[in-house]
T-cell receptor, first 115, second 115 residues
Framework: NAGVTQTPKFRILKIGQSMTLQCTQD?????MYWYRQDPGMGLKLIYY???????DKGEVPNGYNVSRSTTEDFPLRLELAAPSQTSVYFC??????????????FGNGTRLTVT | AQTVTQSQPEMSVQEAETVTLSCTYD???????LFWYKQPPSRQMILVIR??????QNATENRFSVNFQKAAKSFSLKISDSQLGDTAMYFC????????????FGKGMKLTVNP
């Protein structure tokens, strides 16, 4: 059981480049989330999805896009990378079945540097 | 909107001692859930303990316990018999059930356990 898998683990981008951070989970979780973690700033929600075909903005969505065509996958797209997007990105998932008692399952994060 | 505040950015403790990490939150909700997550240098996010707001009894998980003061909107984590492996960032988080059920995180606190 792999849980939540994020790729790549590390990436360096030049300003203006684009990339997609991949996230897949094998737990059949409906809920999926993308967070970014900046030093000293905790985790902030970028986008989330409550099921295939449904996505919504979180606290800091500007500069990002997401899609949710399947239950398993929730990719995060950066169209025009900026230095302000240098951060560690976490994907997470959970099941709504016993949602109040179900912990959030995190991937191991992607460290992105934009120079 | 809910906010979570961790006012101590950093703490250190000697091995085998007890340490308390503080967290306050702001919400107008009556039903919610609170969590403490641990993030060791490996970057993995690990659920330490959770508390349901409707439960008066404080949650306990082995060496970890909480002091939940609902009226004061305070949710502190006590680590007893600190171990070197407890060295990590600790994040307090809030979740309102229903809807997206997204977690709102505090900025985190770096705990160092010294030998």
């Amino acid at each position: 059981n792999a849980g939540v898998t994020q790729t790549p683990k590390f990436r360096i981008l030049k300003i203006g480049q684009s990339m997609t951070l991949q996230c897949t989970q094998d737990m059949n979780h409906n809920y999926m989330y993308w967070y970014r973690q900046d030093p000293g700033m905790g985790l902030k929600l970028i986008y989330y999805s409550v099921g295939a075909g449904i996505t919504d903005k979180g606290e800091v969505p500007n500069g990002y896009n997401v899609s949710r065509s399947t239950t398993e996958d929730f990719p995060l797209r950066l169209e025009l990378a900026a230095p302000s997007q240098t951060s560690v990105y976490f994907c997470a998932s959970r099941s709504p079945v016993i949602s109040y008692n179900s912990p959030l399952h995190f991937g191991n994060g992607t460290r992105l540097t934009v120079t | 909107a809910q906010t979570v505040t961790q006012s101590q950015p950093e703490m250190s403790v000697q091995e085998a001692e007890t340490v308390t990490l503080s967290c306050t939150y702001d919400t107008s909700e009556n039903n919610y859930y609170l969590f403490w997550y641990k993030q060791p240098p490996s970057r993995q996010m690990i659920l330490v303990i959770r508390q349901e707001a409707y439960k008066q009894q404080n949650a306990t998980e082995n060496r970890f316990s909480v002091n939940f003061q609902k009226a004061a909107k305070s949710f502190s984590l006590k680590i007893s018999d600190s171990q070197l492996g407890d060295t990590a960032m600790y994040f307090c988080a809030f979740m309102k059930p229903g809807g997206s059920e997204k977690l709102v995180f505090g900025k985190g606190m770096k705990l160092t356990v010294n030998p």
